[in-house]
C-alpha cells in the first residue's frame, strides 16, 4: 500500500507589498484528513490559501511549501493544480463567455488528464448537478456569470467533484450560504473526503463544522498557528470567542 500524499509547510512567511501576512505558519495535511482553520477576521486565513496556490501579489519571504517532498514555490498556479492542489475561492469570479460545460472538460482534461468519452464525461457532471440541486441548465450558461451566491459556492464544489485533487483548499465555503445551501454543499464535501483527499476547510465560524466534522482544529492569529487540537476545539472557539485564546505560544508543527 502506498504511503498518503503530504502537504507540509514550514515556517511560511509572506508579504504582500510591505505587510507580512503570514509569519511563521507550520501545517501537515495528509492525505484523508479534513483540517479546519479558524481564525477572526484579518488573521491571515484568505492570505494562506492564496499562497499556497502561487498568487503572484503574494510573495514568500521564507519558508517552505512542499507536496511529498517537492517544493511548489516556483511553481504556477496551473502547474500546482496538476500536482493536485485545488481552491475554492471565497468569492468565485464570473467569467462570461466561458460555457460552464466547457470549462469543466477543459479542466478535467488538462488538470487530471482525464480521458473519458464525452456523452459519458458529461453524464457524470449531470448526475454531480442534480446531487447539489441544480439543473442541468447551468451547463450551457457562463461561469458564475449572473449566479446567485449560493449557486457559486456549489459550483465550486462541483469543481472540486470533477477534479478531485490530493488537496482541497476550501476558503470560507460556508460565507454567504443559507441553511439549506450549506447543507447541500457540506453534504458534497462529506462525499469527496476520504483516504485519496485531504481539505483545508478555513472557515471564520463553526457552523460548517457541524456538518463536516474535521479530524483537526487550528486556530490562526497574526499569521501563525497558536493553537492545534481536535474537533472539540471548534467548540470551545464557539463558546470563548477568538479573544481567550490570543497571547497562546504559536505552535512549531501540526
Do not use: C
Not at 441548465?137 to 457559486?152: C, M, P, Q, T
Request: glycine share 10%; no cysteine.
Amino acid at each position: 500500500m502506498s504511503m498518503p500524499s503530504l502537504l507540509k509547510i514550514t515556517d511560511l512567511h509572506a508579504k504582500v507589498g510591505d505587510k507580512e501576512i503570514l509569519s511563521g505558519l507550520n501545517l501537515e495535511v495528509r492525505q484523508g484528513e479534513v483540517h479546519a482553520i479558524m481564525g477572526p477576521n484579518g488573521s491571515g486565513k484568505t492570505s494562506l490559501s492564496y499562497v499556497l496556490m502561487g498568487h503572484p501579489r503574494y510573495v514568500v519571504t521564507k519558508g517552505d511549501i512542499q507536496i511529498d517532498g517537492q517544493s511548489i514555490l516556483t511553481l504556477k498556479a496551473d502547474q500546482r493544480a496538476k500536482l493536485g492542489l485545488f481552491l475554492g475561492f471565497q468569492y468565485p469570479l464570473e467569467v462570461p463567455g466561458l460555457r460552464l460545460g466547457s470549462f469543466l472538460r477543459t479542466v478535467a482534461t488538462e488538470v487530471k488528464q482525464d480521458k473519458t468519452p464525452v456523452g459519458q464525461f458529461y453524464a457524470g457532471v449531470k448526475k454531480q448537478l442534480a446531487s447539489l440541486e441544480l439543473s442541468d441548465d447551468f451547463l450551457s450558461r457562463s461561469l458564475n456569470e449572473g449566479f446567485s451566491g449560493g449557486e457559486k459556492k456549489r459550483i465550486e464544489i462541483l469543481q472540486l467533484l470533477t477534479v478531485k485533487p490530493k488537496f482541497a483548499v476550501l476558503d470560507e465555503t460556508d460565507s454567504g450560504l443559507d441553511v439549506d445551501a450549506l447543507r447541500l454543499v457540506s453534504n458534497a464535501v462529506s462525499t469527496v473526503r476520504g483516504p485519496d483527499m485531504g481539505i483545508i476547510l478555513i472557515t471564520h465560524y463553526q457552523r460548517i463544522l457541524k456538518y463536516v466534522r474535521p479530524d483537526f482544529v487550528h486556530i490562526l492569529v497574526d499569521g501563525k498557528i497558536i493553537l492545534s487540537a481536535g474537533p472539540e476545539l471548534a467548540d470551545e472557539v464557539e463558546a470563548k470567542g477568538y479573544e481567550a485564546f490570543k497571547g497562546t505560544a504559536p505552535v512549531s508543527t501540526q
